[in-house]
């Protein structure tokens, strides 16, 4: 995975441990504010597949995501339905249900984006749209632009960027483990 780290703005998010941020983190966000109030995390991925099957993995992310950054402790209890309109959901015990994200473009091997806010931040008055932008790379294989881009109020710490860096360098870390095993 190729990942470049430049951080200009660093820090820890109350309800989060340091210990399970650092931990088993493969890759690490670029993280920009470009304006007061915009957050920016950007991950560079590299698949061996083309870009319609790397497509293909990140619509399942059952298969990626760390159950542990669930709500019922379980990915397999999530999907998400690649269509505009669709819901990446997870079901819960009793009938109950989380929306994660709504999919705004669904353009297979070409754009996933999606809106919505991920944890404690959908609690947030901030607006998150995640964009997954594939390409199939002449040399072989694909790449991924993958961007979170978080924007408006919030009233968490003043440093809850570096933990949403340490959930989502988690998952995306996962996610290159499952597109290193596909085969082009």
């Known amino acids: 995975m190729r990942c470049e780290i430049r951080f200009l703005r660093y820090s820890a998010f109350a309800g989060f441990s340091l210990a399970l941020m650092l931990s088993a983190v493969s890759a690490r966000a670029e993280i920009a504010q470009p304006s007061p109030g915009l957050t920016v995390f950007s991950f560079q991925l590299h698949a061996r597949g083309?870009?319609?099957s790397a497509y293909a993995a990140v619509t399942h992310p059952e298969t990626w995501w760390n159950g542990?950054?669930?709500y019922?402790?379980?990915a397999s209890n999530m999907s998400l339905d690649a269509v505009a309109g669709g819901c990446w959901c997870?079901?819960?015990p009793a009938g109950g249900s989380i929306e994660h994200m709504r999919v705004l473009a669904a353009i297979p091997g070409k754009v996933l984006r999606l809106i919505g806010g991920l944890g404690p931040l959908q609690a947030q008055p901030m607006t998150g749209v995640m964009t997954?932008?594939?390409k199939d790379d002449p040399a072989g294989g694909s790449s991924i632009d993958f961007k979170y881009r978080?924007?408006?109020p919030t009233d968490l710490p003043p440093?809850?960027?570096?933990a949403v860096n340490g959930m989502l360098s988690e998952q995306i870390g996962r996610l290159q483990k499952l597109l290193d095993q596909d085969t082009p």
């Open 50 to 52: 083309n870009a319609a």
């Open 72 to 74: 019922s402790g379980s």
């Open 68 to 70: 542990e950054h669930s």
């Open 90 to 92: 997870e079901k819960l």
């Open 132 to 134: 997954f932008a594939f």
């Open 150 to 152: 978080l924007a408006g």
């Open 159 to 162: 440093d809850w960027q570096q």
